[in-house]
């Protein structure tokens, strides 16, 4: 199934999340292999809509908050590095609304 082209990317995610050195579940040094960085963080929203949404969602999960889907695809970065991931994506019951959660490597 294909996700909604509305779907919801918060900017907070990315910058607070994604992009920033963490102590726990960092993901900012796997993303800056590819060159993602925090100063940039308007081109990972461009390519995870361009490069990711378009791809096949897949269902894994019901939660008490609503549907998890899965996508595997790759990005390629500013620097031209390609990095596989698995992203993760929510329906919220709540609110209909279909939302992006985090994405981590994909190691299949």
């Avoid at 993901?27 to 378009?54: C, H, I, M, W």
């Avoid at 031209?80 to 019951?93: A, C, F, Q, T």
Wanted: charged share 30%.
């Amino acid at each position: 199934m294909k996700l909604p082209a509305n779907t919801i990317i918060a900017q907070r995610k990315l910058d607070e999340y994604l992009l920033r050195l963490r102590n726990e579940d960092d993901k900012s040094g796997f993303l800056a292999l590819a060159g993602y960085t925090v100063e940039n963080a308007d081109r990972l929203l461009r390519d995870l809509r361009q490069q990711l949404l378009p791809l096949d969602a897949e269902l894994f999960d019901q939660t008490e908050y609503g549907a998890k889907y899965r996508i595997r695809g790759t990005l390629t970065g500013p620097h031209g590095r390609v990095l596989r991931v698995l992203s993760i994506w929510m329906k919220e019951d709540a609110t209909g609304e279909m939302k992006f959660v985090t994405l981590l490597p994909d190691k299949l």
